[in-house]
């Protein structure tokens, strides 16, 4: 069983920052893709970034891209998500997922197995 659990939430104003934390309590996140997504009331879960199961790579959202960063210590069993210049649009809530194994990386929310409870993030204008 995996167990995935985010942190660093919060409320920020827009142009601020956020850094948030994915560490598997359960199981592991060594050597797998990792991603994040987020989803608003009302709205699919949509993908915001993406880190191969080695770090080599790593993709995002038009939205985010230039702005969040997203990197991992598997030394820590921990995935990263460094949010820059958020803007009110940013406002969600953050989920944290790990892939099936088989890919290198994912983008899609039908190719993560395990998922955490997620963490709010709200951006005031």
């Known amino acids: 069983q995996v167990q995935l659990v985010e942190s660093g939430g919060g409320v920020v104003q827009a142009g601020g920052s956020l850094r948030l934390s994915c560490v598997a309590s359960a199981g592991t996140v060594r050597e797998i893709a990792m991603g994040w997504f987020r989803q608003t009331p009302g709205e699919e879960r949509k993908f915001v970034a993406a880190?191969?199961?080695?770090?080599?790579?790593?993709d995002y959202s038009d939205s985010v891209k230039g702005r969040f960063t997203i990197s991992r210590d598997d030394a820590k069993n921990t995935v990263y998500l460094q949010m820059n210049s958020l803007k009110p649009e940013d406002t969600a809530v953050y989920y944290c997922a790990r892939s099936n194994q088989l890919f290198t990386i994912a983008t899609e929310v039908g190719e993560y197995e395990y998922w955490g409870q997620g963490t709010q993030v709200t951006v005031s204008s």
């Open positions: 880190i191969a199961w080695n770090g080599g790579t790593t």
